[in-house]
């Protein structure tokens, strides 16, 4: 498995996953995110980054994205 925070960018600057407009705030000190989402086109190929980076399937890896994103 690959490291985790960089395959977190990799998928965010391949256009993989993408946040929209309000899912990331600032409240004054710390920022807080809300939602990330995966984009359709793109699901077949992230399907197989998935299981390539260790994860049982697209959901496993949203969900890591997700958490990640928070901490």
């Given at each position: 498995?690959?490291?985790l925070?960089?395959?977190m ?12 407009e ?17 984009n ?7 399907s ?24």
């Amino acid at each position: 498995m690959q490291d985790l925070p960089v395959l977190m960018l990799s998928l965010l600057s391949d256009d993989y996953l993408f946040f929209r407009e309000g899912e990331i705030a600032w409240d004054g000190k710390r920022h807080s995110i809300r939602g990330i989402q995966a984009n359709a086109p793109k699901l077949d190929e992230l399907s197989a980054v998935a299981e390539e980076g260790g994860f049982d399937d697209i959901s496993d890896l949203h969900n890591f994205a997700a958490l990640l994103a928070v901490s």
